[in-house]
């Protein structure tokens, strides 16, 4: 059974910096197309960064474009997140999720098999 394990959120203040990470258990990420989203109170879970299967490249959404970046730790099997600039804008509860299959980046919530606890990222003003 595939578990996903988010680490590393908190409370950091506009500008400043985090680094989430997902742990996978039960499934490497050679093998997984890796993906996080974000959820903030009210609103619908969002695309923020992710790597399809074959690793062929990382894909952003608009928002985070330039500040985030995703990345595949092979050793620890992790998949990380660095997030810099960040902006009150950007304080949601952050999902780690995973996909077993081939194809092109998923950018839907729905497409994902496998998701994570969450952990909370609150960027103070």
């Known amino acids: 059974q595939v578990q996903l394990v988010e680490s590393g959120g908190g409370l950091v203040p506009a500008g400043g910096s985090l680094r989430l990470s997902c742990a996978p258990s039960?499934?490497?990420?050679?093998?997984?197309?890796m993906a996080w989203f974000r959820q903030a109170p009210g609103k619908e879970r969002e695309f923020v960064a992710g790597?399809?299967?074959?690793?062929?490249?990382?894909y952003y959404s608009d928002f985070v474009k330039g500040r985030f970046t995703i990345s595949r730790d092979y050793a620890k099997n992790t998949v990380n997140v660095q997030m810099s600039s960040l902006k009150p804008e950007d304080t949601a509860v952050y999902y780690c999720?995973?996909?077993?299959?081939?194809?092109?980046?998923?950018?839907?919530?729905?497409?994902?098999?496998?998701w994570g606890q969450g952990t909370q990222v609150t960027v103070s003003s």
């Open positions: 999720a995973l996909h077993p299959g081939f194809g092109p980046i998923r950018r839907s919530a729905r497409e994902y098999e496998f």
């Open positions: 790597m399809t299967r074959s690793g062929g490249g990382t």
């Open positions: 039960g499934r490497t990420i050679s093998s997984s197309a």
